[in-house]
């Protein structure tokens, strides 16, 4: 079994990365209309690069998001820069999958990992809020993000993505 269900929602699970799909992110990663939104953009991403990544994301609050009944994988997406004591995080996802994109995956992705992340002993209660970026690119999950974060104390907003013109 390559997959091991880690965070179970209704039509995904979040599982431990796995360096046997060092390949299909390879892919993923080097396909402009994959990464137009994200920092990698302009990177060229190797397969040996791309086992390191995997392999230090793995130790991390990563996670591969594989699609219930077929266990596909979709994309990953993680915790970044916790501070236990602000109990505060940022989070990052992709959907590589392009079949996949838009059809509410990634919302369902995004809030299994803040509910782990408000509720493990990461302690982050805001992890995530909307920005005028990701509302315009990600409507649906900006919603989600305000919806859940409106009861916060002190919501922590994601900065929008970098780019880098060639």
């Known amino acids: 079994m390559k997959y091991f269900p880690k965070i179970v ?5 979040l599982s431990p990365i796995s360096l046997q799909d060092a ?3 390879t892919a993923w990663l080097n396909d402009l209309a994959t990464t137009r939104f994200l ?6 991403i190797t397969l040996q690069g791309e086992v390191e ?17 077929s266990d596909e994988l979709l994309g990953n ?13 940022e989070a990052g996802i992709f959907l590589g999958d392009d079949l996949r994109r838009r059809g509410g995956y990634g919302t369902e992705a995004l809030q299994l990992l803040c509910d782990y992340g408000s509720t ?4 982050a209660r805001s992890i995530c809020g909307p920005t ?3 509302t315009a690119r990600w409507p649906a999950t900006a919603r989600w993000a305000s ?5 916060s104390e002190k919501p922590i907003s994601m900065p929008a993505p970098t780019t880098t013109s060639s």
Not at 77 to 89: M, N, P, T, W, Y
């Open 77 to 89: 997406c993680g915790l970044f820069e916790i501070q236990a004591v602000h109990r505060s995080a």
């Open 53 to 69: 990544a995997l392999a230090a994301l793995s130790k991390q609050h990563s996670y591969a998001i594989v699609e219930k009944g």
């Open 147 to 151: 919806r859940t974060l409106a009861g």
């Open 9 to 13: 929602g209704d039509r995904v699970y």
């Open 39 to 44: 920092t990698l953009a302009s990177a060229h």
């Open 23 to 25: 390949e299909r992110y």
């Open 120 to 123: 493990s002993s990461t302690s």
């Open 132 to 134: 005028p970026t990701t």
